[in-house]
């Protein structure tokens, strides 16, 4: 399962007070608390506002009516090409999430949307990155073309190279890795997953950190992929089992007769 990345604001040194506690409760499954230390009274508030509820639903399953509220209201402040294109990515996200969820088929929305936030944000631009990472989720998941998705992981991974983007970086590299896995290179799918965990564990990414440990498991050999395993699920019941979707990775193998 796939899940998303948003720009890791309040994960350095110097950034504001607001962000550092956003970046804390966020880091932690608490969207919904986090969400609530912003005031939706100016296009970027409105926007990081919408996109805490927005991975809440991609993690949870939960709050879909609470995203698209904030989200219209993002919608509503943005006025400059950023801000719009900003939020027809959040859009798309949604969108995409809902599909990928089972809650409702919105593929077609998603692809018109991120093409929207395309034509928007230039090459290079701030968000272009978490953009490009989010067309590859698109082409993996719902496009089913494994190539597509590998060009947009690889634009995602170099743009946020550039911008000093960690918590994206995470993402990039475990997906790269999830492919490298798939065509069966596992000593490339072990590095890349090894490299987004140690990303995590080092920005206290608590609730991305089952997720990689899970993935890294998959492409380890034992005794070390249970005790990964094993380490995913205990994270797992931590975070009163958030993200929702690592369930069907963790669940311990059938018992054999």
Known sequence: MAHTAMSGNG???GDDPLQTAVWRLRSRACWTDAAALLQPVTAPAALQRA???VERCLYTEQGWPEAEDALRTAEALAHSDD??????CER?????AST????RDRADEARAALGRAAAL???GAEGRALLDFRRGLLAENLSHAPQAARAAYRRAHAGATAQSDPLLLSFTWRHLAGLALREGELAEARHGFA???RIREELGYLVGT???LASLADAEVEPEASRLREEARRLYRLLGGVPTWLARQLAPPAATA
């Open 210 to 212: 089952a997720p990689a």
């Open 83 to 88: 801000e719009r294109g900003a939020a027809a």
């Open 11 to 13: 994960t350095t040194a």
């Open 121 to 123: 944000i230039p090459p």
């Open 195 to 197: 490299e987004s965990l």
């Open 92 to 96: 798309g996200q949604l969108a995409y």
């Open 100 to 103: 990928l969820h089972g809650v």
């Open 51 to 53: 996109a805490l509820l």
